[in-house]
């Protein structure tokens, strides 16, 4: 998703309270910038911010924070925050392969990966959210115990998803290949907007949680 460049949205966003402004000096302060003791959800690729704002109002005894690459997406999440501030959600622009800079070992509960970028070229698979290598990040910033949650309708970086886990020591707890038509996997299920898109085109949504 990269959004046409609105002028002025980095201004915009360096003056935004949702936003953390230099998010490495919060690295294993995060309880401290929440004021609360409460478990950290991290979306990375959050886009506009649907997905995490629903969930954050849906879960108030949660931290959310939300990454996202792009000053022309993240304002439109921060416009959406204005509208309707929530005490439990702070927004990061950044691009994920920093993410060990922001967070302390085991300081996350858990991780969600929505729609994420395909990057078709193989010369590009390590820049895919789910390679190994950002598992290998991710790794290093989760509980013990924490777990990642993936929903894509790409097939075939689905099936990459899959591939990676082992190489990388993961295994999964869950697979679908059809969210929307499995009962267990899709109660409680919270849409984003792409996936409310794309499933409006038939495509089936496939989704992972995963663990160490
Ligand atoms: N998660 C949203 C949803 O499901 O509706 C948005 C999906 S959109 C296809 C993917 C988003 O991830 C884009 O906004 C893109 O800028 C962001 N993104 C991709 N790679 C990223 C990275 N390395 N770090 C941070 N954000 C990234």
Redesign the pocket.
Known sequence: ??LRNITGSREMIKESPFVVHEPEERKGKWKETFGNDRPLFV??????G??LMDMARLHPEVNFVG????SS?LLRAIQKMEEDPLANVKFIR????EIGEVFAPGEVDRIY?????PWPKDRHAK?R?ESRQFLARYDRILKKDGRIEF?TDNRELFAFALEELEAAGWSADAVTWDLHRDPVLNEGNVM????E?FSALGNPICKYIIRR
């Open positions: 998703m990269r979306e990375i690729g959050m886009g506009k649907r997905f990454i996202e690459k792009y997406v950044m691009d994920a392969e990966l929505n729609f994420s970028d820049r959210l929903k984003t907007e792409y996936e898109r």
